[in-house]
Structures are given as C-alpha cells and as structure tokens.
C-alpha cells in the first residue's frame, strides 16, 4: 500500500467524481448535496447536544398535520431551508413543517433549476429518548417556465432526480441516490467530514425482520393481519419466524433493514386510510433509495414512485424493504383485502 495515499474518499470528492453523471446538470446537483450536507452537520451537531442545550421539549406550535412540534423539529427546518436558500439552485421548497411551498427571493426564484422537498426531522418523538432520528430529501427539476409552482413538488417519485436521507445515530450517516445506485457516508467528527463508508448499497433480497406498528393490529387491514400471521409462523425454508423490530423513527426502521434485509409497514388502517406517512419527503426519496438498492416500495397495490402527488402533505400507506418480503405482503393484500373492500364500498 502506498503510504502517501489516502484511502478515504470524501463525500464532496466523490459528488464530484459523479458529475460526469450528469452531463445536463453543470455541477448544480453537486452543489444543492453539498449544501444539504453541511445543513446535515449542523442539525447533527445540535441532535448531540439535545439533552445539553435548552432545545429539549416542544416547541409553542403544532405543525400542519396537528402533531406536537418539538424545537429541534423548528431549527432543522431552519437549517434546511437557510442551506437549499443559499445554492443559488434551489428555487422553492415543501417541509414537513410549513404548510405551504415556499419560494426563495431574488433572481432564484426563476433562475434556480431545482425544487427541494424534506421532513427536516423525521422521528421526532425520538429526540428526548436518545433514539436515532433522521432528515430525508426528495430532489426534483423544476418544470414550470419561471417560478416554481405546486406542480414542480406534485411531480411522480418516477421524476426525482436525486433523494437521501441522513440519520443521526451511534453514527451520523448520509445515504443518498441520483438515480446510479446508493452510497453511505458515515461522518467522521473528528475531521467533519462525511467519508464514503458504504458504496454501492444493495438491500438483501430478503430479510429475517419485519417492522410496523404492531399495536396498531386491531385497526389493521386483513392482507397485514395475514401477513403478520406469515411472519410469526415457524417455517425452516424461509427462516420464520422473523424477529419483529420497531423503532418509531422511519429513517433508522429503513435504514436498519437496508443493511440487514427486512420490511418496513405502515399499513392504512380504519381511522388513516392512507395511513400516516407523506408521500413527498418520506414514501418518494425512500421509495428511489430502496428502488436503486435492489428492494421495493409500493402502497400495498401500487408502485409509491409512480403515484401522482396531487397535494404537498398527501399520506400514502407503505410497504417498503427486501424484494422477496414486499411481494408477499402484496399478495397477501391482493388476496386477503378484495374480499372485506367489495363488502365496504
Ligand atoms: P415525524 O417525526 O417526521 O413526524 O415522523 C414520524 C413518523 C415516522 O418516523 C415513524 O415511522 C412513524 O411516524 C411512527 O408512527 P407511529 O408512532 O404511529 O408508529
Ligand atoms: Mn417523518
Ligand atoms: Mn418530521
């Protein structure tokens, strides 16, 4: 080995490495990443402190969707936007945590090639328990001639151009995709910088772990309860039963069953017949990630990625994670479902 060859290859080399990717982008792409990554640090570095500083607790509002809105949920946001407003490439954004898309100032907000959708934080009810929360990005190409409108964000995940997530963790970690597989950066505090740790991710075809809100199981479509069933039951061939992890924050459930092989459900149920989580910063980017890793994502019936969006905080059910996994669930739904539908509609 050549001891005057490093053998780490930074996130920002490596964006750049990629451009060639991207013989249209001019090196924009590259830049709204690096920007979300220095955004990423800097939430990193105050999720580390969060039992330190006074941003512990929630915060005075509650967020468009009604739930409690915890501080760090506020100044993630902040952070994001400050980040995507300052590439001079991002002219719009949509947040978890603003109700409507909101255009940036200036000679940008025509100019600038690319609308940005995020969940600033995602598993926030995790912060004050010292639990892996996460960021996730959806990029897209902005369509409409001169500013951004709502049908640049209202895009099928088919269009994004580029998605990610970060997760704050026992490492801090950025997975992200432009559409040419999916590379890890895990980041090294001690030099700042993201370093690639995990190139070429693939999902296993399948897994040993399923992951849903099982207290939930009541409300539960039939094809789930079956499903479970399935997983619970002792079978040599496939290794059941599968072990049931749960972790609360979709970043790290997704993240966990990237590495190991698994399937993540957030099944619809009687009182969110959509279920819980968006379809634009959360199913989308996850749905291109696992899509690129060798996995799947779909609705229970239908590709997440190919959904046409027709609200900013639309939900989606989401059956996400190892190929083998995610077909049987759906098949479990196909068969187990049509009948009690039939009956209720
Ligand atoms: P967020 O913190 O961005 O609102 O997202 C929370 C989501 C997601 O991270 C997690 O998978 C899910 O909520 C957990 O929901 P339940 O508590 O209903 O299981
Ligand atoms: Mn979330
Ligand atoms: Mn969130």
Redesign the pocket.
Known sequence: MNRFKRNVTTLGEFIIERQADFPWAKGELSRLLLDIAIAAKIVNREVNKAGLADILGGAENV?V?G?DQ?KL?VFANEQFIAALNSTGECCAIAS?ENEDMLEFAGPVATQGKYVVAF????????IDVNVS??T?FSIYRKRSIGNATLEDFLQPGTEQVAAGYVIYGSSTMLVYTTGHGVNGFTLDPSIGEFCLSHPDMKIPKTGGIYS??Q??YNAFPQGVKEYIKYCQDKDKATNRPYSLR?????????HRNMIKGGI?I?PPTEKSPNG???LLY?CNPLAMIIEQAGGKATTGTQRIVEVKPTSLHQRVPLFIGSEDMVNQAEQMMLEFNSEKSSVTE
């Open positions: 967020n969707q739930e915890m949920d978890e969940d600033p934080l995602d598993g926030s009810s995790n929360i996460g996730i849903l809100n207290g939930n749960y972790i609360g924050s979709l970043v790290a459930d997704f993540f957030y819980k989580l968006r959360e």
